[in-house]
């Protein structure tokens, strides 16, 4: 390969580019209908036990898989052993098909952020609004190719001149305009009352049901089981403390995922009605608008912003499923980044145009019934291939090349750190950096000691299981079959 593959300039990069990948359109109106419909506060509980834990371990997995290849998917996979090549190859679909539909949406969220900025908000807030928009056979569409050529464009630039760069700008934006907003949300009359329904736990709505939905969107919201981890974690240097990296990435999607349901659920709670949680882009594109439209002037403002909060969250997830599958083509074809987002491109476009269409003229072409083709391929990926490669991922992390393989690789960053440290010249510093290797001698094996078996315990034998579970949960709730196992959604 004549060109070079690229990486992150330094930590701050890589968590921003990281956490700009999981931070995404599954944060903002996901996260907040999943919290709502699963008792509020107990939704929130089981969240944060299972991304401290189940999450943690996945994703330091994913990273510290790529890293140590220092290739994509499924290069990565075939460099440790040639036999599972073959989940590789799962794993890099994923992306391929999800980067597609995922732009579409992205397009919709550009479309509402020209509506709001335009001072369109009463249009934008009336029922059909949503709905005759996305049928449309053309406006649509044109959306998807403005939303990815901006993907593109960021992509074509490089890994750090372009990925890293937009991460770096938007991310920062994208938490002051969260933080924000979620402070006006909470001066709206009745905030207390929304905000108690978000956070108070209901444990009678407590259930196998709510660890499920919780453990699903943790896959979705972590962006784990495509490929993009695996990725990232391939542009990593070896001096980055990948532990820490870890955490700090898991902080920025948690925090958002939490403000979100702050952004959303309280302002539908005071000037809206709770009927209009719904899943889906409903919430969203929908009820929200309608919301805006209910605080009166102050609401495009408010609006305008909170769209290009999405559009900002939507396009650093979008480039990280782009660059994903980029880099795949690039490791197994050795082709340059120009040629290789061309032939991405087109991709793209033959699986985005039915998916846009599909919401209007084509949504008689349905593959499984009563799915468009947007729907489709949300289920095949969310529901199915990512759970398949997650489990596969932990058999083959756990028994094939063994857990230690990869506690290894997260070890590396923490030792260079501690030789940088003791590079210091001013003899102050030197007597301080001395004192702190003595003391992190002393504290890292007796954390690591703690910490490694349940790195292992997760990957060989929780994980596993609980994956097993979402499966069976997501594929028998599409089918509507929950119901004869005692379950309900
Ligand atoms: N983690 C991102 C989000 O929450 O939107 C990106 C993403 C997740 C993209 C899941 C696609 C997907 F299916």
Known sequence: MTEKRGSFSGK?????????????????????????EHGGGIFLLVYLVLVLTFGYALMKAEIALGRKTGLSVIGAFKKL?????FLGILAAIVPIVILPYYSVIGGWVC???????SGGMEQAAQPSFFGDFISQPFEPLGWFLLFLGLTALAVLLGVDKGVEKVSKIMMPVLIVLAIGIAIYSLTLPG????????????????SATTVLAAMGQMFYSMSLAMGIMITYGSYMKKDVNLESSVKQIEFFDTGIAFLAGVMVIVPIFSLGNMDQIKPGPGLMFQSLPMVFN???TVGNYVGTLFFVLVMFAALTSSISLMETVVSIFRDKFGWGRKVTCGVVLAICLVLGVPSSLGNGIWSGFQILPGQDFLTFCDFMTNSVLMPIVAFLMCIFVGYIIKPKTLIEEARIGMAEKHIKLYEGTNPVRRFFNSAHITLSRVSAPISHFRREPMFSAMIRYIAPVCIVLILLFSVLSAFDLLKYIGLSV
């Open 294 to 296: 209910n605080m009166g």
């Open 191 to 206: 905030a207390g009352d929304g905000l108690s329904y978000y956070l108070v736990p209901d444990f009678s709505q407590f």
């Open 81 to 85: 052993n040639k036999r599972w090549s």
């Open 12 to 36: 701050l990069g890589f968590v921003m580019a990281a956490a700009g990948s999981a931070v995404g359109l599954g944060n903002i109106w996901r996260f907040p209908y999943l919290a709502a």
């Open 111 to 117: 479309k509402y952020f020209a509506t709001f900025v």
